[in-house]
């Protein structure tokens, strides 16, 4: 796809497809009125006769308008002008985009940013834009075996500006928006392909994919026997039940200074989590294919902040296997030595997020990290607290858990502030091990992230809890992509 600004404005501007906002209750925009009296009065017909209202979300397309430069005019729905925000203007571009990828139009510009709304600053229509266009036009990785529907024919959207002074502005939106999309886009494939394609192996090679497409960014794969001698017995210990071998995954992007301390983030690669022997119930099991998104969104992220060629280093830790019951698998009451040296006595091998994680959070330690992010579909206990709104947000640092919360409310990703602390670690006590992997009904999500916590001692630490978030179920059921729209928000702050 192909982006850009234009200073004309939609009087003049010729595309073949002008996309014109109308506020509820019929209420033209300036844009509007400009094209409507190129064109006889048409859109204000429209609206009188009630046609079009103004909802938000709606569309309604007027071919050929005469008079006008545009071939088509896609009018839609902005909402009630008092209430117009970001949220909104991402709904009424995802209902244009939709409208657009069915259409024969090849390329569009987007009339429906507005004076005055301050959340919708110059820099966030552009920002706004490239990322729900792409969103919008993009299609899961399906393994059906009839005819493809045609791909989209739009292969050019720019957005309007009023004033020279906001060129860049845009310009900086869209690039910021592209790379965003691609990391979305990257993570949310990952996600979308099933479990027997989906496996330690393939994560490790679409890794190494991106220091081929990269030059900044260099990947390393840590097999069994490494992993062993780094003595991750925490983190084996879940891959032991499994005929797939697992990998540590590291990615390095060299954007910043050499030398400069660099950004981590830990993502959890269960490729398939049936549980172990403390298997799951049957029905939605197959979700647990999904249990490896925070791992595809730190490649996401590595993806975008090279794409975007961020001023500093990062590095991407994935610990990647798969969670399954065979003579060889961890049994509840074994216990496991991680590479922290603390015991953990796996009283439910179903809480194996946490026992790979620990691990690479220890790893990522070798890399004196600034700060250190780990992202998990961690806890169901998460999704019955926040559901699919708010991903978990967990911190021993108040000014990080501030940073990533602001981040996720500007980048439309948010995160929720949760507690964790000695009395919910307390629940994880053992007679038998330093530490008991589960901590009771009570408190799942935190209970997880407070076990996570004792691994950090010194690391300027959060966790995201994607349990929620990652992907949705119903109709809409595929992956999602988030936190990457989070995670590269907090990325461009700290570059
Ligand atoms: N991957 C799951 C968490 C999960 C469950 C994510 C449902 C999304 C939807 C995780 O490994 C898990 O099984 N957690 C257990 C922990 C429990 C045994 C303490 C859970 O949440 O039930
Ligand atoms: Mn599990
Ligand atoms: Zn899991």
Redesign the pocket.
Known sequence: MQFHVTRSTAATQRTACAVIGIHDKAELTAAASAIDQKCGGVIARVVRRGDFEGKLGSVLAIPDPAGAPAERILLVGLGPRKSFNRKALRTATAAATDWLARSAARDAVFFLSQAGVAEVDTYYAGRTLAETVLASLYRIPDLKSGKKAPPSRLTKVGVAVSDRGELNDARKGLADGEGVAAGTHLARDLGNLPGNVCTPTYLAKQARELAKQHKLVRTKVLEEAEIRKLKMGSFLSVAHGSEQAPKLIVMEYKGGKPGEAPIALVGKG?TF?S?GI?L?PGPAMD??K??MCGAASVLGAVHAAATLGLKLNLVGIVPACE?MPSGRATKPGDIVTSMSGKTIEVL?T????RLILCDALTYSRRFKPRAVVDIA???????IALGAHHSGLFSSDDALARDLAAAGLRADDRAWHMPIGEDYADQLKSNFADLA???GREA?AIT?ASFLWKFTDGLKWAHLDI??T?WLGGAKKGGTGRPVPLLVEWLLGQA
Request: proline letters at 0%; aromatic letters at 4%.
């Open positions: 269960i989590d549980g403390s799951k979700e647990m999904w249990d969670n439910n179903d809480a194996e997020g579909t961690l806890t169901g206990a998460c999704v992997n589960i901590g799942g997880a349990a929620g990652a």
